[in-house]
C-alpha cells in the first residue's frame, strides 16, 4: 500500500520532521512502525545588507553586514558603486567587510551579491564618511576581511593584501591631482594656524607672568574615541543615548568626557594608582535576592573591568579594552558564598553594589583561579575570556561575561548570575530516589513536563546555533554546562575548553569526558562544530532521560571502543521515535551526516509547538537509568 500526501514546501519547512506510523497486522497483534525523516528544502538566497555605526566620522571602523538565507549555501561576491561605476571587490566568500580607519574616499554604495544552484539575489548598504571639521585625510590602504556565516557554515577568514585593492587604487588615481591640491591648501592652513596658535600661547604666558594670576587657560578636544586614563577618584555613569554627567577630581579640574551614541562601545586603557581599583561597567538588568547570607568582604586584588553587550577586541599584549559606562571601586564587589569548586578554580556569588541611590545592587557569578593553581590554569582562563568576549553578544541561551580582572595573582571572570543553577541538577532533583516510581515524586504542577524538557533542548540548540555562527566549538556541551534562569530560560556556560575556528585538533592530552564525546574525537582529537553536534544528542538524551548518565551500563573503558565501533545508545522506551530520530541523526558516526544545529533547533521548534507528547514521563522508568555523581574516574587522557 502507498499513500501519498501532498504539501506545499516553503523555505520555512527546511529542517522540518515527516513521520508517517502504519499499523502491521499479524494474526490478532497490531504493532505501530513509524518512519521519519527530515526534510531538506532547496530555496534561493535572500540578502539584506547591514552598516554599523549609521553615522561614521572620519577615523571611525565600519562593519558592513551580508545576511544571507539560502539553502544550499551561497557563492557571495562584493561590488562597490563609486560614481556609477561598479567596481570588484577581492572579498570573495566573505560576508562581513571591516573598513579600517575610514575616509570620505572609503563612500559609496557596497553591494552583496550571493549565488546557488537555485537562484541569485542582491542588496546594497551605502557607506557616508561625514568629514571631521580638523585635519586632513590620510590614505588607507588596507582593508581586512573577517567570516561570520550564518549558523554553522563558515569560510576562512582573511586580509587582503594591498596589492589586490584594485577599486580602492582606481578611484585614488581618478582622484590624486584633486586631493594633493586639497592636502597643499589644508596643510598651509594647517602651518598657518599653528604659527597663530604658537603666538597666542606666548602672549599668553607673558600676560599671565605680568598679572600674576593663578588663572588656567583650558582647551576643550574634539571629541574622539581614544578614552583618556581614568581617575581613581572619580565616579561616572554614562548610560548608553544618555548625558555624561563630569564630576571633580582632587585637582578641581572636571574631566572632559564623550558623549556616547546608543550601541557605541569606547575603548581605551586605565591607568590605576595604588590599591584602588576600578571596574567599567554596563547597565544590565537588575537581580536581587531578598534573602542573601551575610558574609565579609572577600579581598580580590587586580584591575577589574566590566563589560556591555557588544563584542571586544583582544591583544595579546593587553587580555582586555576598557568599555566606557559606570566606574566603582572593588570595595563594591562583596562575594558572598561559594557556589562551585573545582580543581583550580573556585566560583563565587557576589553581590554588585549600585553605583548611584537610583540603581538596585546586582548579584553576579565570579569565577576565580586557586592561588595555587598551575601556569595552565591561568592560561585556560585567559582562553576561557578570549573566547567568551567573542561571543559575549547578548543572546539569551548564552551566559553573558560582564568583566574580568587580569590580575595574574587572582583572574577572575565576572559573569551574569543565573539563579537556578546547572540543568542537571534541575532534571536530577525532579527525579525521586531510585526505589521511588515517577508519579510519586511531587505534587501535581510542580514537576517538569514533556514542553519544558523539549523546550531546554530547543533553547541549547538555539544558544549553539549562534556558537556556531561565531566559529566557537564549545568541546564541552553537556547538561552540567548549561544554566537555568528564570522562566526556565536555559543558557550554555563554561567555555574553559572552547576553541575558534571551523575545526580544532588537540594535540597533547588532557582530561576530558569522553561519554559526550564524538568517534572521530575519540579517534583523532578532532573537533569541530559537528563533534559539538554529537554531544548535543547526548545532551538531548540525559534531557530525556531526567539527568541520566549516558552509557549508563557500559564501563569507562568500554565507552571509547564501543563509540568508535557504530554502536549508539538504544531507545529510551518512554521517547517517541521522532525524539528519538533527532539522537540517531546526531550521533551519525561520519561528521558530514550530522544536522546543522539550525535544522535541530527549528526540528525541536515544531515538536514544541505540536500536541505530541514526545517525552511520556508516565512510562518513566528511573530504576533503568543510572546516575554517576562523581565522574572523575570517567574521565581519561584525550
Not at 317 to 332: C, I, K, N, W, Y
Not at 600 to 615: K, P, T, V
Amino acid at each position: 500500500m502507498r499513500i501519498t500526501t501532498e504539501l506545499h514546501v516553503r523555505r520555512q519547512h527546511n529542517g522540518a520532521v515527516l513521520s508517517c506510523t502504519a499499523d502491521q497486522r499479524h494474526h490478532l497483534l497490531i504493532s505501530p512502525k513509524t518512519a521519519s525523516v527530515i526534510m531538506e528544502v532547496l530555496y534561493p538566497p535572500d540578502v539584506s545588507v547591514i552598516v554599523q555605526p549609521r553615522q561614521v566620522r572620519e577615523g571611525d571602523d565600519v562593519i558592513v553586514t551580508c545576511i544571507v538565507d539560502s539553502n544550499p549555501p551561497a557563492h557571495i561576491s562584493w561590488k562597490r558603486q563609486v560614481q556609477g561605476r561598479n567596481v570588484v571587490m577581492a572579498t570573495t566568500g566573505t560576508t562581513t567587510i571591516v573598513l579600517r580607519n575610514v575616509t570620505t574616499q572609503d563612500n559609496g554604495s557596497y553591494i552583496c551579491r550571493a549565488g546557488n544552484d537555485i537562484g541569485t539575489a542582491s542588496a546594497s548598504g551605502v557607506v557616508h564618511v561625514k568629514k571631521q571639521a580638523q585635519g586632513f585625510d590620510i590614505p588607507v590602504d588596507t582593508m581586512s576581511m573577517s567570516s561570520t556565516v550564518q549558523d554553522d557554515f563558515r569560510p576562512t577568514p582573511f586580509t587582503a593584501d594591498p596589492e589586490t585593492e584594485t577599486s580602492r587604487a582606481t578611484v585614488e588615481e581618478q582622484q590624486g591631482n584633486e586631493r594633493e591640491e586639497r592636502l597643499r591648501l589644508i596643510l598651509g592652513l594647517a602651518f598657518g594656524c599653528g604659527l597663530l596658535a604658537t603666538a597666542v600661547l606666548m602672549l599668553g604666558h607673558h600676560f599671565r607672568k605680568l598679572s600674576n594670576s593663578k588663572s588656567r587657560i583650558g582647551m576643550q578636544e574634539r571629541p574622539s574615541f581614544e578614552l583618556a586614563p581614568v581617575n581613581v577618584n572619580s565616579v561616572h555613569y554614562n548610560r548608553p543615548g544618555a548625558d555624561v554627567e563630569a564630576t571633580e577630581t582632587e585637582d578641581g579640574q572636571t574631566p572632559q568626557q564623550d558623549r556616547e551614541e546608543p550601541g557605541t562601545t569606547i575603548e581605551g586603557e586605565a591607568e590605576v594608582d595604588g590599591d584602588d581599583q576600578e571596574m567599567a561597567c554596563w547597565e544590565g538588568d537588575d537581580v536581587t535576592d531578598d534573602e542573601r547570607p551575610q558574609s565579609d568582604t572577600v579581598e580580590h586584588p587586580g584591575q577589574l573591568e566590566y563589560y556591555g553587550n557588544q563584542a571586544q577586541t583582544i591583544e595579546e599584549t593587553s587580555l582586555v579594552s576598557l568599555s566606557l559606562g559606570a566606574s566603582f571601586t572593588r570595595e563594591q564587589l562583596r562575594f558572598i558564598k561559594r557556589l562551585g569548586h573545582g580543581q583550580f578554580g573556585d566560583v563565587y556569588l557576589a553581590e554588585l553594589e549600585g553605583v548611584s541611590a537610583s540603581q538596585k545592587d546586582r548579584l553576579v557569578a565570579v569565577k576565580t583561579v586557586k592561588v595555587n593553581a598551575t601556569h595552565e590554569a591561568h592560561e585556560d582562563m585567559r582562553k576561557e575570556l578570549r573566547m567568551m568576549m567573542k561571543v559575549t553578544a547578548f543572546h539569551p541561551n548564552v551566559v553573558s561575561l560582564l568583566g574580568c580582572c587580569t590580575s595574574s595573582e587572582s583572574m577572575m571572570l565576572i559573569l551574569e548570575y543565573v539563579r537556578h543553577g546547572n540543568l542537571l541538577a534541575v532534571l536530577r532533583n525532579d527525579r525521586a530516589a531510585r526505589d521511588v516510581t515517577y508519579r510519586n515524586l511531587h505534587p501535581e504542577g510542580k514537576t517538569l513536563q514533556n514542553k519544558d524538557l523539549i523546550s531546554f533542548a530547543w533553547q541549547v540548540a538555539k544558544g549553539m546555533s549562534f556558537l556556531a555562527s561565531k566559529q566557537c566549538i564549545h568541546r564541552d556541551l553537556a547538561a552540567r554546562n548549561v544554566l537555568v534562569g528564570e522562566n526556565r530560560t536555559c543558557k550554555i556556560s563554561d567555555f574553559g575548553l572552547a576553541r575558534d575556528g571551523p575545526e580544532y585538533r588537540k594535540l597533547t592530552a588532557s582530561l576530558l569526558p569522553l561519554r559526550w564525546m564524538a568517534p572521530e574525537t575519540l579517534h583523532a582529537r578532532l573537533y569541530s562544530t559537528r563533534s559539538d553536534v554529537w554531544s548535543f544528542g547526548i545532551l538531548l538524551y540525559e534531557i530525556a532521560t531526567l539527568g541520566s548518565t549516558p552509557y549508563p551500563t557500559i564501563s569507562n573503558k568500554e565507552v571509547a571502543a564501543v563509540v568508535q565501533s557504530g554502536h549508539i545508545m538504544p531507545k529510551p522506551a518512554h521517547c517517541t521515535d521522532q525524539l528519538y530520530f533527532l539522537m540517531e541523526k546526531c550521533w551519525e558516526f561520519y561528521p558530514e551526516g550530522r544536522p546543522y544545529f539550525s535544522e535541530l533547533s527549528s526540528a525541536l521548534f515544531r515538536m514544541l509547538r505540536d500536541e505530541q507528547e514526545h517525552i511520556i514521563l508516565t512510562r518513566f522508568e528511573e530504576h533503568v537509568y543510572a546516575n554517576m555523581d562523581d565522574l572523575t574516574d570517567e574521565e581519561i587522557c584525550y
